[in-house]
């Protein structure tokens, strides 16, 4: 089976799918096991940590998102709304939105925060392998490389 790995924004951790269903997440630095799932989760096809580290997001092969704070500060949410395996997960750069990415050829956008779907973008033709946020840099140009 696959079993995907995520490495959190610090590079300070590791998360991954064990053969038993369990997400494990390792600090690298000690090379010990710091938590694992409370739940087991078939065929995940993929893992994201949030940008804080706070959540790792967590999708299973019937279309649900789990989204799991392993240090045991906040409950498990739940994030259903695919009707196929996510394949696919990204946090935006503030964190405030997940991507996911799914066989259903859609591509969900979530508010973690408040466990709610806030847009579904249709069209895709086939499964949804990748999704990924584009950040808009913005130029400040001197005034005297302006054209007037």
Do not use: N
Not at 33 to 62: C, E, H, N, T, Y
């Amino acid at each position: 089976p696959i079993q995907p790995l995520a490495v959190s924004a610090d590079g300070k951790l590791l998360a991954m799918c064990s053969p038993e269903q369990r997400i494990w997440v390792w600090d690298l630095a000690s090379r010990q096991v710091i938590a694992s799932s409370p739940l087991k989760v078939r065929l995940p096809m993929a893992l994201a940590f949030s940008p804080d580290g706070q959540w790792l997001a967590i999708p299973d092969d019937l279309g649900t998102i789990f989204l799991w704070d392993y240090r045991g500060r906040r409950p498990l949410q739940k994030l259903a709304g695919h009707a196929g395996a996510v394949m696919t997960l990204m946090f935006s750069p503030d964190g405030r939105t997940l991507a996911s990415g799914s066989m259903d050829h859609t591509i969900k956008l979530w508010h973690p925060e408040i466990e709610q779907e806030v847009a579904t973008l249709e069209g895709h033709t086939g499964w949804v392998w990748c999704v990924a946020f584009a950040i808009m840099a913005t130029h400040s140009f001197p005034a005297a490389g302006m054209a007037h």
